[in-house]
């Protein structure tokens, strides 16, 4: 299950990357004008991946201290 969270929060910082990368394409063809509205797409995957990151690391945390607990028994 680590690796899968893992695997989703890089999936997010991907998304994140190539809508940024588009962000900038447009800002060059379009100008800011019209390419400003395109930062709105970026907030969506920029959210998802703190999200992602934070219930990651909570995750850790937990099944950290569930492994303390069984070594102490």
Do not use: H, T
């Amino acid at each position: 299950m680590q690796k899968v969270n893992l695997y989703i929060e890089r999936f997010w910082l991907v998304i994140i990357v190539l809508v940024a990368l588009f962000c900038v394409y447009e800002f060059i063809i379009d100008g800011p004008q019209v390419a400003k509205w395109y930062l709105l797409f970026l907030i969506l995957p920029i959210f998802m991946w703190l999200f992602r990151r934070a219930l990651r690391k909570r995750m850790d945390k937990q099944i950290a201290q569930q492994q303390a607990s069984k070594k102490k028994k």
